[in-house]
């Protein structure tokens, strides 16, 4: 959890209430908050693309397509983004599958995240992996490894549960 040590309005020191933190000096709340993110499942003939990152955290380990959203960004909006970036891709957005939280350490700090995972499809572009993707795979959607963060395992879940029941029908 990131732990905050002053107010953001005075400069007073904070203590924590196990919800929300006060300013000793000024007696205002300051509250933690998760952060937002998009991710990404284009799914192609039966099969999922999957990302395995550049950088840190968790160099070199699988990932699904997303980031942080902007100040102030739409979660459509995110996932597109994102995925441009990462992808060089163009996508049409599909349902949302679920909503996961997770945690992401970055420079010995903890950020508590709340994760958006998108179903999509590919309209254009080019597939590239780019930005903080170092490589970029379809798996089959019952093969995915494992991946990097909780929310992206259980999203993959998810997936799968979606998948296996879109095929029966």
Do not use: H
Request: proline fraction near 4%; aromatic fraction near 12%; include cysteine.
């Amino acid at each position: 959890m990131l732990a905050y040590k002053y107010c953001p309005y005075c400069k007073g020191k904070l203590s924590y209430s196990g919800e929300s933190y006060q300013c000793l000096s000024c007696k205002r709340k300051v509250f933690a908050r998760s952060y937002p993110g998009v991710s990404v499942l284009l799914i192609k003939g039966g099969k999922v693309l999957i990302a395995k990152r550049a950088r840190e955290p968790k160099k070199g380990r699988w990932d699904s397509i997303g980031g942080f959203l902007n100040e102030g960004e739409s979660p459509p909006a995110a996932a597109a983004r994102e995925t441009k970036e990462e992808t060089g891709l163009d996508i049409k957005l599909g349902n949302l599958l679920g909503i996961y939280t997770d945690s992401y350490e970055y420079e010995g700090i903890v950020y508590e995240t709340l994760n958006l995972y998108y179903l999509a499809e590919i309209k254009g572009g080019e597939m590239k992996a780019e930005d903080d993707v170092s490589e970029l795979v379809w798996f089959p959607i019952d093969k995915v490894p494992k991946m990097s963060f909780k929310s992206a395992n259980e999203a993959i879940k998810d997936l799968q549960k979606w998948y296996k029941n879109k095929a029966k029908k």
